[in-house]
């Protein structure tokens, strides 16, 4: 019996296939390398930017033919329209990565170097083909992101966030099972009733998306003040006042810290005040706020438990009051915030509300809490998804007296145990 031929192209060879495979695609990509490069020489990108969009498409589109004669390569039509497509979103947006930012099941992007490009999908990373020409393409495409909200980036501060067009409301968080229907109605009804609270959790753990969700509930008659390290709140309030921290320039000037912003707030009259992370000395004039006039207010912290939470901000404190004693620290915590919201990214990428736990006072020098709800791991599939209950502890809030006094009642089954398994 005569043997199968293996074909000239060498398919039988596994690494001589993906070489010839990877052939074209190399020609490819030099040629758009070419091909951009000529463009970029020939256009008048200011010019471009004033113009009218469709107008500036076309002219592109012209040169990009009369360019794609001059190379001589071969190049099929779906890969003209790909060329052009990829040309255009570097001019107008933020190049290769312009995809990723319109496909809605990216929740984040990570550019480690020009040629590694990571994203999540499902809270779980994957490597994917995108990538940059050169190190001087990625610059320009960061300098094009920075340059809008007056930033700088250089060696020694490189690092970038985005976020979704549309914010996460809480039905979303409820539609990925992240939170209950029991959980949001108590939350909402405490912002309602300006309950001082913190959202507390680990890096990437979701803490701002929650913030976010939970700061819709704030009435659209309040003046609110957002202060963060880089504008990632996007209230829906009409009387939103926006502070936003700055570096200190070249010559070491022109700081803007949180602490700062912290202590201007309090002469702009706001009703609340939402950090967006207190990470240090600002802890301090945070929960003075709180004390003094600003109830309602919101921030985040990092922390793996509420407990923690309180321990960190403790420590905050002492950085900016070396001489304030543990006991009046603590004594400043236990009176400011009411509650604390414990966001957790699980083993398999999800994120959840795993505790919802309130300050009861204090009880010599230790304060105490209690927990209203949690989330229960309960083990893990062959797959590597988590499974797990949402719990009412059974324990009726002590706030449940300030809710009812701002004409909030609610149902007092909520806190007797009901379990929701996810």
Known sequence: MARPLQGREGSGDPKRAAALNAAPRQQYLDLRASVHRKLLNRLNLEALAQADRSRAESEIRSLLTELLAEEGAPISLSE?????????????????????????????????????????????????????????????????????????????????????ARPFLMADLMAKKAITADMVQFLSACIKARVNMVVSGGTGSGKTTLLNALSCYIPLDERVATIEDAAE????????????????????????????????????RPDRIIVGEVRGEEALDMLQAMNTGHDGSLTTVHANTPRDALSRIETMIA????????????????????????????????????????????????????????????????????????????????????????????????????????
């Open 80 to 164: 003209r329209e790909t060329l052009f497509g990829e040309i255009v979103d570097d001019v107008f947006g933020l190049g290769p990565l312009e995809p990723l930012l319109r496909d809605p099941s990216i929740s984040d992007i990570l550019v480690n170097t020009c040629k590694h490009v990571y994203v999540e999908r499902g809270g779980q990373l994957e490597r994917i083909p995108t990538s940059f020409q050169d190190d001087r393409h990625l610059l320009r495409v960061i300098d094009r992101i920075v340059s809008g909200v007056g930033r700088r980036v250089d060696d020694s501060s490189l690092s970038i966030r985005r976020f979704g």
């Open 233 to 268: 709140l996007r209230l829906q309030q009409p009387h939103v006042v926006e502070l936003e921290a700055r570096p200190a320039n070249v010559e070491g000037k022109g700081e803007i810290t949180i602490r700062d912003l912290v202590r201007n707030s309090l002469r702009m």
């Open 319 to 422: 950085m900016g009051a070396t001489n304030l004693p543990e006991r009046a620290m603590r004594q400043q915590i236990s009176s400011a915030i009411q509650l604390v919201v414990q966001q957790t990214r699980l083993s398999d990428g999800t994120r959840k509300v795993t505790a919802v736990s309130e300050i009861t006072g204090m009880e010599g020098d230790i304060i105490t809490m209690q927990d209203i709800f949690v989330f229960e791991k309960m083990g893990v599939t062959q797959d590597g998804k988590v499974i797990g209950r949402f719990r009412a502890t059974g324990v009726r809030p002590k706030c449940c007296e300030r809710l009812k006094a701002s004409g909030i009642n609610l149902p007092a089954d909520m806190f007797e145990g009901v379990t929701e398994v996810r």
